[in-house]
């Protein structure tokens, strides 16, 4: 009796227990971040076990986006090795020439030939010839008259292979007498020979070649030192 009470109450444990665990509740299985893990990242690209992985088209656009750096010799204004950037300046070379030169006038009276010294300034070899004539037009001394007025037109300047040819316009309120006409033309040889590199003077009258200058004189075309 007593051992039936005992198996009786063993198989009751027994079915008690085995309906406690029986009425527990599955857990979850808890995710890891395990070999499969992926994380997105901001900026497109995935990370995998801490490695991250660029998209081939995000990264694609960020290149674009980028603008190249100029280098120092791709600008197109040109740059120092400074940064500075640099600038042609236009030379400033054509420095002008002073010059102390013979000019001949006359005396009120037109008695004879007066020699004087006048300084020109030019930047040329046309300028010094073009200076060198404006000289006998003009005179800071009452005893010196200039035999060429001013209203003289002096059109051109040219000189080639020792060569020089003036070319005026003359008004008929600077014409002289004879004696003046000779005098004017002496003056203006020895004024223009003085320089060694002229070795004939021609003068025209508005491009032509007259035979007197106002009248009086013969005009030689050209004229030379030994004339």
Known sequence: MNKKIWIAALLVTVMAVAAGCGSKPTAAP???????????????????????????TTAGSEDNNTTPSNSANGSSEGTTSSGETSTDK???????EKKSIEVFYTDPEELELHK????ITFASEDDKYK??????????????????????????????????????HMPDTARLGAGGESFAIDALKQTFFQFDEVKSLDLLVDGKSTESLMGHVDLEHPMTRSN
């Open 30 to 56: 808890t995710q890891t971040q395990g070999a499969g893990s992926e994380t997105q990242t901001g900026n497109g690209a995935t990370e995998v076990e801490g490695q991250v992985i660029t998209d081939p």
């Open 131 to 168: 200076e060198a004539f404006a000289s006998l037009q003009q005179s800071k001394d009452e005893k010196l008259v200039p035999l060429w007025s001013k209203d003289i037109e002096l059109k051109s300047v040219q000189f080639k292979d020792g060569a020089l040819t003036l070319d005026i």
């Open 116 to 119: 004087a010294s006048a300084e």
């Open 90 to 96: 236009p030379s400033t070379s054509d420095s002008k």
